[in-house]
């Protein structure tokens, strides 16, 4: 929080920065479509909020489109309204977040869902110096009606389980809709997500980028509107599934891909005097997608850092200064030149039986090993001029 001069301070919950402009320490910003059912409560809640703590805040209407006069009972009520056009939760909040002009914000749905009159304990955490407070509604509180079922016991829970298993997140609801931040520091993690996902963007990127992030108890409770919820259940579960999926390369690609060639490996040594050549075949096969898989992560992660997307990885940098084309070229060369001999040998020995009948058991315990070579050779060569390409400086 500044710390203004007594000079600088108005009666009332008006200031003054050291710029001569009024200084605002708390936005609240609502996304707003078609609310004109709940907007007049939920602004009415958060100025008495204000005038009975002396806050120096304001409210941002983050208007979507609505169309039901809306935008016009919040004018009337003189709080800011901002037209955003790129329709979207995600949108909305960034809009109006874009608008806010407080040190703080705090967003909450204007469904009158949330209680707006007990702000403090998240401003209290942000004036302790925390970056993001994240309302836990689980904690706090759900009233009867106030969350489907589908939702309380498996959609919340279970994306918040994967969410913390994926990310070092010290949050217990991913998806409470009421939290606060420090302005400055959320505009920095360039959020881009447009729909219901970006509740969990601004979870999972300051957790990569290590803000500090705590929660607080928050009651949810039963929206006053008589229309259906804006969030359909199974299309945005799935929405922030995918999104924290997507934003881990090492548990979408790299520990699968890593599995598949340990497996692979394991198997096809024990296969190699076996004659069981079908599942040398299938060993061979799990070896080369366990690879190509775990180059996924790794272009994922290159790709996702340069554009922006995840924060710079040190252990990756670290594994770059040893994988570069180079050693890619040398590596995948030697790859080659195994196959191509024992591609040789295994002519040779056809050779030796005048191009007959050979035993398949015998031969595909030599075909199958030096096929792999070959084919990982190929990928490894290619792999490396493409991440080559990837590494490249931009403008």
């Given at each position: 929080?500044?710390?203004?001069?007594?000079?600088?301070?108005?009666?009332?919950?008006q200031?003054?920065?050291?710029?001569?402009?009024p200084?605002?320490?708390?936005?609240v910003?609502?996304?707003c479509l078609?609310?004109?059912?709940?907007?007049?409560t939920?602004?009415?809640?958060?100025?008495?909020?204000?005038?009975?703590?002396?806050?120096s805040?304001?409210?941002?209407?983050?208007d979507?489109?609505?169309?039901d006069?809306?935008p016009?009972?919040?004018?009337?009520?003189?709080?800011?309204?901002i037209?955003v056009?790129?329709?979207?939760?995600?949108?909305?909040?960034?809009?109006?977040?874009?608008?806010a002009?407080?040190e703080?914000?705090?967003?909450?749905?204007?469904?009158d869902s949330?209680?707006?009159?007990?702000l403090t304990?998240?401003?209290?955490?942000l004036?302790?110096g925390?970056?993001?407070?994240?309302?836990?509604r689980?904690?706090?509180?759900i009233?009867?009606?106030?969350?489907?079922?589908?939702?309380?016991?498996?959609?919340?829970?279970?994306?918040?389980?994967i969410?913390?298993l994926l990310?070092?997140?010290?949050?217990?609801?991913?998806?409470?809709g009421?939290?606060?931040?420090?302005?400055?520091?959320?505009?920095k993690l360039?959020?881009?997500?447009?729909?219901?996902?970006?509740?969990s963007?601004?979870?999972?990127?300051?957790?990569?980028?290590?803000l500090?992030?705590t929660?607080?108890?928050?009651?949810?409770?039963?929206?006053?509107?008589?229309?259906?919820?804006?969030l359909?259940?199974?299309r945005?579960?799935?929405?922030h599934?995918?999104?924290?999926?997507?934003?881990?390369?090492?548990?979408?690609?790299?520990?699968?891909?890593?599995?598949?060639m340990?497996?692979g490996?394991?198997?096809?040594?024990l296969?190699?005097?076996?004659?069981?050549?079908?599942?040398?075949?299938?060993?061979s096969?799990?070896?080369?997608?366990?690879?190509?898989?775990m180059?996924f992560?790794l272009?994922?992660?290159v790709?996702a850092?340069?554009?922006?997307?995840l924060?710079?990885?040190?252990?990756?940098?670290?594994?770059?200064?040893?994988?570069?084309?180079?050693?890619?070229?040398?590596?995948?060369?030697i790859?080659?030149l195994?196959g191509?001999?024992?591609?040789?040998?295994?002519?040779g020995?056809?050779?030796?039986?005048s191009?007959?009948?050979?035993?398949?058991?015998?031969?595909?315990?030599i075909?199958?090993?030096?096929?792999?070579?070959?084919?990982?050779?190929?990928?490894?060569?290619?792999?490396?001029?493409?991440?080559?390409?990837?590494?490249?400086?931009?403008?």
């Amino acid at each position: 929080m500044l710390n203004l001069p007594e000079s600088q301070k108005l009666p009332g919950n008006q200031r003054f920065s050291e710029n001569q402009k009024p200084y605002i320490e708390l936005s609240v910003v609502m996304p707003c479509l078609n609310e004109a059912e709940t907007l007049e409560t939920c602004i009415n809640k958060v100025q008495e909020y204000f005038a009975q703590y002396d806050i120096s805040g304001e409210v941002v209407i983050a208007d979507n489109g609505s169309t039901d006069g809306s935008p016009a009972i919040a004018k009337q009520m003189g709080v800011r309204v901002i037209d955003v056009k790129e329709k979207g939760y995600g949108s909305a909040l960034m809009g109006g977040i874009r608008a806010a002009q407080g040190e703080y914000i705090i967003m909450g749905d204007a469904d009158d869902s949330y209680d707006f009159t007990n702000l403090t304990p998240f401003l209290k955490k942000l004036r302790e110096g925390y970056d993001l407070v994240m309302g836990n509604r689980f904690k706090g509180g759900i009233k009867p009606g106030a969350m489907p079922r589908l939702h309380k016991y498996l959609g919340n829970p279970v994306l918040t389980w994967i969410g913390r298993l994926l990310f070092p997140s010290p949050c217990g609801d991913f998806h409470c809709g009421l939290r606060g931040f420090r302005r400055d520091v959320i505009a920095k993690l360039n959020l881009r997500t447009t729909g219901m996902e970006f509740a969990s963007e601004m979870v999972v990127k300051a957790s990569l980028y290590k803000l500090r992030i705590t929660e607080v108890p928050t009651t949810l409770s039963p929206d006053g509107r008589s229309h259906p919820p804006h969030l359909r259940s199974w299309r945005d579960g799935w929405r922030h599934l995918r999104f924290l999926l997507l934003y881990s390369p090492r548990w979408l690609f790299l520990y699968p891909g890593v599995l598949l060639m340990l497996v692979g490996f394991i198997s096809s040594f024990l296969l190699l005097s076996s004659p069981r050549v079908h599942t040398l075949l299938y060993s061979s096969t799990a070896i080369i997608i366990g690879f190509q898989t775990m180059i996924f992560a790794l272009f994922t992660q290159v790709f996702a850092i340069s554009e922006g997307l995840l924060p710079e990885n040190r252990r990756l940098n670290k594994v770059l200064r040893y994988i570069n084309l180079e050693i890619g070229l040398i590596v995948g060369s030697i790859l080659l030149l195994v196959g191509i001999i024992g591609s040789m040998y295994a002519f040779g020995v056809w050779e030796a039986n005048s191009f007959g009948s050979l035993n398949p058991s015998q031969m595909m315990r030599i075909i199958i090993p030096v096929e792999t070579c070959l084919a990982l050779g190929f990928e490894i060569i290619l792999s490396s001029f493409f991440l080559s390409i990837l590494g490249l400086k931009r403008r």
